[in-house]
């Protein structure tokens, strides 16, 4: 009877630390930003230095609590070269129509998803304000791709 009791409070400590070790960053401490979310929780100082276009700074990639441990940002070279990128990003004065556009098209998400909460659904309308989104982000996309290849052409000069 003993030994089964000190069997079950092991397995009992043991999954209690693993659960514990996955909560505060599971395999690695990977803490990373999904792309495309709304509402980042990197920290203050990144969230303006995602690629222009980018919304909320969802390009950023967070400090996890396992990245600090082991260093930060500067411990993976894959960060240290979007930081270099986002330093070139820096230089660059987006233009107001651009902004404008940004602002218009987080205005889009947030109104498609509210549609998207409403019983019944108005298909017709979601799909409308998505199109728009759509069209918004092409056109940043594409302003975005001149302005990197006037840089990089302004570069090699």
Same mark, same amino acid.
């Given at each position: 009877?003993?030994?089964?009791?000190?069997?079950?409070?092991?397995? /009992?400590?043991?999954?209690?630390? =693993?659960?514990?070790?996955?909560?505060? #960053?599971?395999? !690695?401490?990977?803490?990373?930003?999904? %792309?495309?979310?709304? !509402?980042?929780? $990197? &920290? /203050?100082?990144?969230?303006?230095?995602?690629? &222009?276009?980018?919304? #909320?700074?969802? =390009?950023?990639?967070?400090? #996890?609590? !396992?990245?600090?441990?082991?260093?930060?940002? @500067?411990?993976? &070279?894959?960060?240290?070269?979007?930081? #270099?990128?986002?330093?070139?990003?820096?230089?660059?004065?987006? %233009?107001?129509?651009?902004?404008?556009?940004?602002?218009?098209?987080?205005?889009?998400?947030?109104?498609? @998803? $509210?549609?998207?909460?409403?019983? &019944?659904? +108005?298909?017709?309308?979601?799909?409308?304000?998505?199109?728009?989104? /759509?069209?918004?982000? +092409? =056109?940043?996309?594409?302003?975005?791709?001149?302005?990197?290849?006037?840089?990089?052409?302004?570069?090699?000069?």
């Amino acid at each position: 009877m003993k030994k089964t009791t000190i069997f079950a409070l092991v397995a /009992v400590l043991v999954l209690v630390a =693993a659960s514990g070790a996955f909560a505060w #960053g599971g395999r !690695g401490g990977r803490g990373m930003v999904a %792309p495309g979310t709304e !509402g980042t929780t $990197a &920290p /203050v100082m990144m969230r303006g230095m995602a690629a &222009p276009g980018a919304t #909320g700074g969802a =390009a950023v990639p967070m400090m #996890g609590r !396992g990245m600090a441990r082991r260093g930060g940002m @500067h411990s993976n &070279p894959r960060m240290m070269q979007g930081r #270099g990128m986002m330093s070139v990003w820096a230089n660059v004065e987006i %233009p107001q129509e651009i902004r404008d556009k940004q602002t218009e098209m987080q205005k889009l998400s947030i109104d498609m @998803h $509210a549609e998207m909460q409403k019983k &019944p659904i +108005d298909r017709a309308k979601i799909e409308e304000l998505y199109k728009k989104r /759509v069209e918004l982000r +092409d =056109a940043l996309s594409g302003w975005r791709m001149k302005t990197k290849l006037d840089m990089i052409e302004k570069l090699q000069k």
